[in-house]
């Protein structure tokens, strides 16, 4: 089962927004056996959507469509699609009683025309529930393809598709399945995993594939197996993996597309019931943004220190201020006093510290850009490292958070 | 001048990457004013790639295409051209020094043959220097159209987009203006606005587009004008600025894209040479994360506590245990308690504090799932707000980064 995923809105081709609805509507398809061949971003103009939806017209399945649902002016996709389907808008009472529902539970502001509008949907369309917001689903047959249309806004779109579409395909359609498996690894870059492997990947039957995704200080690969027999594909995939594996050796951390490695990590420490404090000045927040973004962060993450300016190092994390003078801000020493400091302060097993340089100027310190110091504690001991990672500030604080993460789950894993 | 986007990777059908190469490029081609129509993500296959260049011939001036220009055996994109073009591989002797040069530089991996196969271009392409890879850019002509062919590693394509790509555009192509103004406002929500300035919207000239941009709390107006006298187009988008901002009043916070709300209060703090603390719970070191993401943070920015764990609100902010026994932790009281006690901490003219319950749980506050508190501290006053932000994780703590930025703002004008 085929199907294409077309996006509307001009904020998208002049690359103001960037387009996740795609992203997301691809996985939850997958997840369910559906191939997704193409996904294609057009204007807000109704020739556009016109040309789109007859491209698309038989050659796959299912097409979903999200965009131009909205109340303004700038959506025309339901114009659009009536024209298409030949058909005429008419007022779909279940929807009308919906929206004016909405507005009195939840909006503040006064329901408008606008707003009633879009309780006019194409005769020939079923509506699809919108349960957090105004603009409906449709869905409607011609030929051999089904067109599915959904509002643009992120999260209503997101349980149109939980809640109404994908039932409804499981429902209605007969699919072959989609196997993934994703292995992670850092340490070692792409073309040095492909000489590795290359003899196992050669051998790969044509219905399972491999992909690499690389990313800052990692490599994701992906093996996809396609096949009527479920349980065979399985079979055949963790074969395979029995194969790969012993080849990667110890650069492998984990599995599958959701164990990412902060989450990993997190799992390991609500595991082994350890806690942890961070002491960030070059990462800014953003590491302990990473774990407190995972639910359930409460349970192993007691807290972290900011201390961008010099002066909260030796205030809050008790850094000593000829320590600094001797070392420079950026250094291992200070890193490692940041560590335990921090560690003391909020009692926990494991403390992770940043200090470096991300640029784009050489600040205090004197550091180059891309110098950054990660310093580990662990209930028995602490160390630090001192990396070089480039002149981006974003990639230099992205690189620091991986590395810290590598590194800081090399340590929890020997407790 | 017409652009078509053609990224390649299964990777991006699957779902499991964001096509953000795609954005970018059309960034990059509007500031030039180059019209992208359509944005096509295609699976990795040699037929899909034919097919899409195919389609592609003769309908746009220009077509850009990322992805499957790796070392490894999943990349396909360079032979696909070669079949398309009826061309032959041959070894560029510039490229092949290049990416010897990078092995010897900066790669600790060995070159292996799959590096050196890199080397090879169809005999029609001009190579495009890819500064920072081993994936040489293309860029060949057939019929009306221009085929650019960049790799899909975003910094590497970026590179190749500013420093090689857009200059040749710009010394090969004439091309009309396009301006776009944007304004960032908040507080009201996006059918509001619309009828508040429909007489406005419905006046405009053809030729001059508005487009609306929900996000969380705020809405982005995009006003696009494009034609071939760029004096005249600015003066024609001045002249309805000057009508449309005064319907919009005080819910205007910035101008242009670039000028999203953290950026306005960076430069306020900067400009009125004041500073700031964070006192973090529920947002959990994001809110320094969106601080310390701007060049020059430290100029304004100390730093922050993030006191996720109860008891760091009081042995680190210094929060009364008996406060926090009276009100609970997720309460104004004791907002204004970690506010005041991080600006007193880090000696800071502004701090913010957030505490709440961002979920999935209801944890040991006891307050629903979506409340949060926000405490603004300046040099003289403090107070909280309590906020009530749905039930989805992730968009809490946006919806509370975003109004925290809303809230300091409003304060940091009065000084």
Request: one cysteine or more.
């Amino acid at each position: 089962m085929k199907a294409k995923i077309i996006t509307i809105g001009d904020e998208i081709l002049i690359g103001q927004i960037v387009d996740t609805n795609a992203t997301f509507i691809a996985q939850e398809l997958n997840k369910i056996g559906v191939s997704v061949v193409e996904m294609l971003s057009i204007q807000d103009h109704t020739q556009e959507i016109l040309k789109a939806l007859l491209q698309a017209q038989d050659t796959v399945d299912i097409v979903l469509i999200t965009g131009g649902l909205g109340p303004t002016k700038d959506d025309i996709t339901k114009a659009a699609i009536c024209t298409y389907f030949k058909d005429t808008l008419v007022e779909n009472a279940a929807v009308l009683a919906h929206i004016k529902g909405l507005f009195e539970k939840f909006i503040i502001t006064k329901m408008n025309d606008s707003n009633l509008t879009q309780a006019q949907l194409p005769s020939k369309a079923l509506a699809l529930h919108n349960a957090y917001g105004t603009a409906s689903g449709m869905w409607l047959k011609q030929g051999n393809t089904v067109f599915v249309s959904m509002p643009g806004v992120p999260f209503e779109m997101k349980a149109l598709m939980k809640e109404q579409v994908i039932p409804k395909i499981v429902a209605e359609f007969e699919r072959p399945y989609i196997i993934h498996k994703t292995i992670q690894t850092y340490g070692v870059g792409e073309s040095a995993i492909a000489a590795d492997i290359a003899d196992w990947e050669t051998a790969l039957p044509p219905h399972i594939k491999l992909a690499y995704l690389p990313s800052l200080g990692k490599v994701r690969l992906r093996i996809s197996a396609k096949g009527l027999d479920k349980e065979l594909l399985e079979k055949e995939v963790e074969d395979q993996l029995n194969i790969l594996l012993p080849i990667l050796g110890s650069i492998v951390y984990g599995f599958e597309t959701s164990e990412v490695l902060e989450v990993v990590v997190a799992k390991m420490l609500t595991d082994k019931k350890r806690t942890l404090a961070l002491a960030e000045s070059c990462t800014g927040g953003a590491l302990a943004a990473v774990f407190t973004a995972i639910p359930g962060a409460s349970t192993y993450f007691k807290g972290a220190v900011v201390a961008y300016e010099t002066q909260q190092k030796i205030k809050v994390l008790g850094v000593s201020e000829s320590l600094i003078a001797t070392h420079s801000v950026v250094s291992e020493e200070v890193a490692i006093a940041m560590a335990t400091g921090i560690q003391r302060l909020m009692e926990t097993d494991f403390a992770v510290a940043t200090t470096g340089n991300a640029g784009p100027l050489k600040g205090d310190s004197g550091a180059a850009v891309g110098t950054v110091c990660i310093a580990i504690a662990s209930p028995s001991e602490v160390y630090a490292q001192t990396f070089s990672m480039g002149n981006h500030r974003e990639r230099i604080v992205q690189k620091a958070l991986n590395k810290a993460l590598e590194l800081l789950q090399k340590e929890i894993v020997k407790f």
